[in-house]
């Protein structure tokens, strides 16, 4: 059974529209992540989190946005899509050093 | 920059064959150690964590951890087709809260 929930699972839309990818999780984690990947390739991460109200950007530059107003949602907003921005998108959440737990990832495609 | 090293592969076993995945990071004083499996199209699942010297098992893997020469690896006994996936290798970086990953060796099974 999933502790950590995204949705949608898969998302295709046009270019210029505003999208949100929720994450959220039950496990009362402080930490959680949002990592892209592209097909057969590297996991980036984009934006992280400490906890309420602490959000910072990755290694990997990127046009999204995300907020944490509370601890077990952490929703990633990308204001003007483009089609540079189809991917997958992974949100995870981890106590200190004892791993992560990844969602199933929602896979978008801006067209 | 912090880094962790793995050979992408592929590397091709066959059925019932020891499957030995091999990682070397750039951080002397990391503690925690990961690997993941990636499925194609799914996300990474945690299978194993070591965080002190020498072998740690867990049914058919085992993962190994040599601080000293800064390597750590996945042994897969008995490998079967549907080990047939990419490994990730990640390291717990204390300083940032963060996890800095390999970019993954691709294994195939053969039957």
């Known amino acids: 059974e999933a502790d950590i929930y995204q949705t949608p699972r898969y998302l295709v839309i046009g270019t210029g529209k505003k999208i949100t990818l929720e994450c959220s999780q039950t496990m009362g984690h402080d930490k959680m992540y949002w990592y892209q990947q592209d097909p057969g390739m590297e996991l980036h991460l984009i934006h992280y989190s400490y906890g309420v109200n602490s959000t910072e950007k990755g290694d990997l530059s990127s046009e999204s946005t995300v907020s944490r107003i509370r601890t077990e949602h952490f929703p990633l907003t990308l204001e003007s899509a483009r089609p540079s921005h189809t991917s997958q998108y992974l949100c995870?959440?981890?106590?200190?050093?004892?791993?992560?737990?990844f969602g199933s990832g929602t896979r978008l495609t801006v067209v | 920059q912090k880094e962790v090293e793995q050979n992408s592969g592929p590397l091709s076993v066959p059925e019932g064959a020891i499957a030995s995945l091999n990682c070397t990071y750039s951080d002397r004083g990391s503690q925690s150690f990961f690997w993941y499996r990636q499925y194609s199209g799914k996300s990474p699942e945690l299978i194993m964590s070591?965080?002190?010297?020498g072998d740690k098992e867990d049914g058919r893997f085992t993962a190994q951890l040599n601080k000293a020469s800064q390597y750590v690896s996945l042994l897969i006994r008995d490998s079967q087709p549907s080990d047939s996936a990419t490994y990730l290798c990640a390291v717990w970086d204390s300083g940032t809260y963060k996890y800095i990953f390999g970019t993954g060796t691709r294994l195939k099974v053969l039957a």
């Open positions: 070591i965080y002190s010297n």
């Open positions: 995870a959440s981890s106590e200190v050093s004892e791993g992560y737990t």
